[in-house]
């Protein structure tokens, strides 16, 4: 069974103070590995898409790696609009090809 | 933004009534699914459409059932509504189920059964 772990659940920053949220996955073979922003009250809205160990993708402040085993995404100096929860999900190579997701981590970046 | 609407936004219903939840595109992708998001579950799939009149079923599927007869609408039906259906319902559109493929998602739906 494909399992998807975010940690932490929840991360407080201060508005500059880089970190990094980590997505752990088991799964059948990776097709592909996804983030995504989720704000208050609206839906998910796509960050990223990272397919091989070693691809890294880049946008603003936002950097998102991957390995066989993790993905992280390294937000470097945020702001207090980069709040929101950011999800993962991995999309198998084999059957249906559905993502599974991970639980999120809750950021919120302090002025 | 992807183009995908949501109706209606926000519902509150009366355990067993029946409920419709309605998910419009506008891209034409072929691909369709319903998902529900929890506190502490995040995000799980309840059915998912390959096509028109082709729907599987989701890991939470027991108690939903969909339909599709338009590419461009994907209904999500509630037979008989109980208080462990409420949640926030999201649809989301792909254009294939392939490695390069996206999920876009819609605003979502509040829906309360009491």
């Known amino acids: 069974e494909d399992q998807v772990t975010q940690s932490p659940e929840a991360l407080r920053l201060q508005e500059g103070e880089s970190s990094s949220l980590n997505c752990s996955y088991t799964?059948?073979?990776?097709?592909?590995l996804f983030w995504y922003r989720q704000d208050p009250g609206k839906g998910p809205e796509f960050l990223f898409t990272?397919?091989?160990a070693g691809e890294e993708k880049e946008k603003e402040r936002l950097k998102a790696t991957l390995t066989k085993k993790e993905s992280f995404l390294h937000i470097t100096a945020p702001k207090p609009e980069d709040s929101a929860t950011y999800l993962c999900?991995?999309?198998?190579?084999?059957?249906?090809?559905?993502?599974?997701f991970g639980r999120g981590t809750s950021l919120i970046v302090h002025p | 933004d992807a183009g995908i609407t949501q109706s209606p936004r926000h519902k509150v219903t009366e355990t067993g009534t029946p409920v419709t939840l309605r998910c419009h595109q506008t891209?034409?992708?072929?691909?369709m699914y319903w998902y529900r998001q929890d506190p502490g579950h995040g995000l799980r799939l309840i059915h998912y459409?390959?096509?028109?009149?082709?729907?599987d079923k989701g890991e939470v599927s027991d108690g939903y059932s969909v339909s599709r007869s338009k590419t461009e609408d994907f209904l999500l039906t509630l037979e008989s509504a109980t208080s462990s259906q409420t949640s926030v319902y999201f649809c989301?559109?792909?254009?294939?189920?392939?490695?390069?493929?996206?999920?876009?998602f819609g605003p979502g739906t509040r829906l309360t059964v009491l």
């Open positions: 989301a559109i792909s254009e294939t189920s392939g490695v390069e493929d996206t999920q876009y």
């Open positions: 990272l397919y091989s």
């Open positions: 999900a991995v999309r198998p190579s084999g059957g249906s090809y559905i993502p599974t």
């Open positions: 459409s390959y096509g028109v009149k082709d729907t």
């Open positions: 891209e034409n992708h072929r691909y």
């Open positions: 799964v059948s073979g990776l097709r592909g």
